[in-house]
C-alpha cells in the first residue's frame, strides 16, 4: 500500500494506492467502469457496494455524472488499480443532505459528510461498454 497523496492540495480528495494498475488512465471524456465500496467516515454506515451486487457503475469523466471528488479522483487512477479515496464534503454533497443517496442507492447520506471509496477501476474507454443483457428462464 502506497501512502496518502492529497490530489487537490487543500486536503479535499486524497488517494492510497492499495493495488497499483498498469492500464490506460482516464481523460476528459473517458468511460470509466469501476467497483466501489462507498462509506461514511466516523460511520459504519455503508451506502453503496457495487462489489457486493455484482454490478460496477460506468459513468462518463468530465460530464459531471458524479461528485466532482470522484472526477478528480479518476483522473488520478489506472486500470486495474485499487485505491481508498477519501472526499471531503465540499468536493462531495457539501451541506447538502442527500436522502436518495449515492447514484440513487437508497442510503441516505448527511450534510458534511466525508466520503471514503475503496475503489478499483476495471474498464476506461472511449466508447460506453455495451451493458450484457441476461435474460432469464421463464
Known amino acids: 500500500t502506497g501512502r496518502m497523496q492529497d490530489l487537490t492540495g487543500d486536503g479535499g480528495v486524497c488517494k492510497q494506492i492499495i493495488t497499483p494498475g498498469d492500464g490506460t488512465t482516464p481523460t476528459e471524456g473517458s468511460y470509466v467502469t469501476f467497483h466501489f465500496l462507498g462509506t461514511i467516515e466516523g ?64 442510503v441516505p447520506i448527511p450534510g458534511n459528510s466525508t466520503l471514503i471509496f475503496n475503489l478499483q477501476l476495471l474498464d476506461v474507454s472511449l466508447e460506453v461498454q455495451p451493458t450484457k443483457i441476461v435474460s432469464e428462464a421463464t
Open 43 to 106: 460511520s459504519e454506515t455503508i451506502f453503496e457496494d457495487t462489489y457486493k451486487k455484482g454490478k460496477p457503475l460506468t459513468l462518463q469523466c468530465g460530464k459531471e455524472q458524479t461528485i466532482s471528488g470522484l472526477e478528480l479522483a479518476f483522473f488520478s487512477l489506472k486500470e486495474g488499480e485499487t485505491a481508498m479515496i477519501k472526499i471531503a464534503p465540499q468536493y462531495g454533497f457539501g451541506s447538502y443532505d442527500n436522502q436518495h443517496g449515492f447514484h440513487g442507492s437508497g
